[in-house]
């Protein structure tokens, strides 16, 4: 088999225990065609040495910014890599890729590289699950980067649970995943929209609603990695994805105008915000005091930003909406689809378990006069929004049979 011939491969291997198995790692690249290119840490070497590694790898090990022949040599491995994979990767290296600090070769290249990049963590239960190294994954992830979670097993030491480094199988299907990853939406620009709307009712109070604004991130950065131009239009303070053009906004009114004006150019439209459908007539300028008694807060519809779309959809665009449902799910969908003339609709039932508002995780049914439905069981919502982009370029495509 050689379904990673000719593939650069920078394999980084960072200081925990699981380093011995990168050996391993390292001869099944190569036996699948791929040239790989290992960089150690300095505390790599104390698990594992580096004549094993270079040994096994297609040249020998790097591991220090100053003695390679090469005068920049993270510059230099970056550019040529098709691909970096960090296997293991421990918590310094993730906290200092999260963070951007160059502190060593393998750190260096990460942050100099446009390369895809698969990062696979190992390390102790209590580590893995410390709020902190959680954020740096979760940070990287928004970016872009490829996380392949440790499994449940032994452990260093006997102990027994989460943090050990995903086998070598896992790792090389993810890599020959990610580098066979399509830029199928190349040269299109998307807008995308993430979070919920907060209408203000005085100076310090709003109405808002649960949304986290999690799955349109997911689509943002899936869309950025697929190619395409993607500027999103979010309510959350989220780490912004790699690539992608974002803009903030807080009132359903806000994000109306900022979605109208990038619309005008756009390719696709993915509302998949949580627009608060009414709001304060009036918003009081000083904080309503309690003594004065309980207030009559008036409320008046928000102007519906994707039936707007709808009415004026230039020849071409493909309009995607979202209908967050807690009953009868595809009745109400299949409503909302034709009522606001959309090409999809991603109808999930936020009343389920793992579903939905503030979950990672997200099952969906997608709806459109251009395809038959499909139904997307639980799942991450970074793999939901690679369903949902999928269906974008059918649906683009039966759009495109029809014109
Ligand atoms: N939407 C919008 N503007 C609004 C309300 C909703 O653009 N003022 C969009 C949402 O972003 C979503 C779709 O319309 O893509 C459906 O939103 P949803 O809240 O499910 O339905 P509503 O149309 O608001 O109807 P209801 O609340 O009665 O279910």
Redesign the pocket.
Known sequence: MSQLASRRIVLGVSGGIAAYKSVELCRQLVDLGAHVVPVMTADAHRFIGPVTLSALASEPVHTSLWDDASAIPHTQLGQTADIIVVAPATARVLSAYATGSSEDLLTATLIATRAPVVVCPAMHTEMWEHPAVQSNIEILRSRGVHIVEPETGRLAGGDIGAGRLASTEKICAEIIRVLGMSHDLLGLDIVV?AGGTREPIDAVRVIANRSSGKQGYAIATIAAQRGAHVTLITTVDRVVPSGVTQVQVET?QQMKDAVDAAALSADVVI???????FRPVVCADQKLKKADGVPNIVLEP??????GLGQRKPLGQTLV?????TDSLVA?ATA?LSA?CLDLIVANDVSAEGVGFGHDTNAVVLLSPHMPAMTVALADKHAIAHAVLDSVVKVRHQQQESK
């Open positions: 929209t359903a509302m998949a915000a949580a627009v608060a459908d928000t102007p519906d930003i994707l039936a909406g979202f209908a967050a449902e109400h909302k606001k």
